[in-house]
C-alpha cells in the first residue's frame, strides 16, 4: 500500500530535469539491465588516455575532427603514465579502428573516443549539427586508468589472454534485439590497467582481434596539460579538481566524441572521494561533486541568466556562451554556487591558444 510519508528523495524532479538538460548531448552506450554480467556493463564505459591536438595560436575558430576522420599521426613515442591531469597519447589508427585524440583527464584516468569504419549507430541516426558528421560512429572508448584506479578484479566472466606481452581479460556479450559489448582490459603498467569497451550494432565491427590491435599499438607521446578557458577566482573548501573535458561536458566520459559547441567540461570533488579501486569512470552524479559547463548558446539549447533549481548560469561573449555550475543533489548552497560562477573569467573559447593549463587556472 501506498503511504504519503515515505523518506524524502535524494533528488528532486527539477534536480533531475536540470540533470537532463546538461547532458542532452550525451551520447552513452546503452547497456540493459539485468545482463549477465552485469559487472562489464558497469565497466563499459571504456578506458582512454586524453591527449589534445596540442594548443593552436592566432585567432581561429576551434576545430574538432569528427569521428568518421582518422585519427592523427602518432607523436614520437612517450611515457602512457605522467602527471594527473595531463594527456599522455594521441590518437592512432590500426586499420579501421580509430582511437581519437584524449578528451578527458583527471586524477584517475584519461579516456579518448574510439571509432570503427563502416559501422552507423541506429540509436543515433541522421545528421548531429554538433558533430558535423551525417552518420555518427559511437563504437567503443579506450580509458588509460593510473594505478591502482581500476579495479580489474571486477570484470566478471572475462578469458586471459596477453596484449604485446602484458597480462589482459577480454569478455564478449551480446543479447536477442541488444549491442554486441567487448571489453578488453590489459596492464599497461604494473598495476595500471587500460580499457577498451565496444558497444556496437554490428557483430562483425569491431572484432575482438581488432580490439586487440588497437590495445597492441597503444603508445605514449609527450605529455601535455589539459587547458580551459577560463580562470577561476573561488572554490569551495574542501573541493579539488577531478576530471576535465575538451569540447567535451556533461558526465565526462567521452562517449559521443567531442563537440564543437561544448567548449569544457570541469568536475570538482570532495577531495576524499575514492580514486582507486574503480569499476568504471564516474558519471555527473559524482557523490558530492559539482561541476563547470562552458558551452555554445545554441537555438537547440538555449541558456538563461539566473538559477533553476540548483544549476546557475550566466550568458558571455554577447550572449554567445553559456557558463553554468551545476551541483549535484544540493552539495552547494545556491549562493555558494553564484560565487564560484561570479569566479569564472573566460578567455577566448573560440582560440585554445588562450586556453590556461588547469593547474595554474585556479588564482584563489
Not at 561533486?289 to 537547440?300: C, K, L
Not at 554556487?337 to 587556472?361: E, H, P, S, Y
Request: net charge neutral.
Amino acid at each position: 500500500m501506498a503511504t504519503d510519508d515515505g523518506p524524502p528523495l535524494g533528488m528532486s524532479v527539477d534536480d533531475i530535469v536540470a540533470s537532463g538538460r546538461r547532458v542532452q548531448r550525451r551520447r552513452r552506450t546503452a547497456l540493459a539491465a539485468g545482463l549477465a554480467i552485469a559487472a562489464v556493463a558497469a565497466v563499459a564505459v571504456t578506458t582512454t588516455a586524453l591527449v589534445t591536438a596540442g594548443p593552436r595560436t592566432g585567432k581561429e575558430a576551434a576545430r574538432v575532427a569528427a569521428s568518421s576522420s582518422p585519427a592523427v599521426t602518432k607523436a614520437a613515442a612517450g611515457p602512457l603514465l605522467a602527471d594527473p591531469l595531463e594527456f599522455t597519447f594521441s590518437g592512432y589508427s590500426v586499420g579501421p579502428v580509430h582511437v581519437q585524440n584524449p578528451i578527458v583527464a583527471g586524477n584517475a584516468y584519461q579516456i579518448a573516443a574510439v571509432t570503427v569504419d563502416g559501422t552507423t549507430d541506429s540509436r543515433h541516426p541522421g545528421k548531429v549539427s554538433d558533430r558535423g558528421d551525417v552518420k555518427p560512429r559511437l563504437d567503443a572508448t579506450l580509458t588509460l586508468y593510473r594505478p591502482g584506479a581500476y579495479a580489474v578484479q571486477r570484470l566478471a566472466g572475462a578469458t586471459s589472454t596477453t596484449v604485446s606481452g602484458h597480462r589482459a581479460l577480454k569478455v564478449e556479450h551480446h543479447e536477442s534485439f541488444g549491442p554486441w559489448l567487448r571489453t578488453l582490459a590489459w596492464e599497461y603498467a604494473p598495476n595500471a590497467w587500460a580499457v577498451l569497451d565496444s558497444d556496437a550494432d554490428r557483430a562483425d565491427l569491431p572484432t575482438m582481434q581488432q580490439l586487440e590491435a588497437t590495445a597492441a599499438a597503444l603508445n605514449g607521446a609527450a605529455a601535455r596539460p589539459v587547458t580551459v578557458p577560463f580562470r577561476l577566482s573561488y572554490v569551495p573548501p574542501g573541493y579539488e579538481v577531478f576530471a576535465v573535458g575538451d569540447h567535451m561536458t556533461g558526465s565526462l566520459d567521452a562517449v559521443g566524441g567531442p563537440s564543437v559547441t561544448q567548449y569544457s567540461g570541469l568536475f570538482f570533488a570532495k577531495s576524499g572521494l575514492r580514486k582507486t579501486g574503480l569499476g568504471g569512470p564516474y558519471d555527473n552524479m559524482m557523490p558530492g561533486a559539482f561541476e563547470i559547463m562552458i558551452s555554445a548558446n545554441t537555438p537547440d539549447a538555449p541558456g538563461t541568466n539566473g538559477c533553476d533549481s540548483g544549476p546557475c548560469t550566466r550568458l558571455a561573449d554577447g550572449g554567445k556562451v553559456i557558463v553554468e555550475v551545476a551541483g549535484n543533489a544540493g552539495s552547494l548552497s545556491q549562493g555558494e554556487t553564484m560565487k564560484v560562477l561570479n569566479g569564472i573569467r573566460l578567455t577566448d573559447v573560440q582560440d585554445t591558444g588562450t586556453w590556461v593549463d588547469i593547474r595554474t587556472a585556479l588564482t584563489r
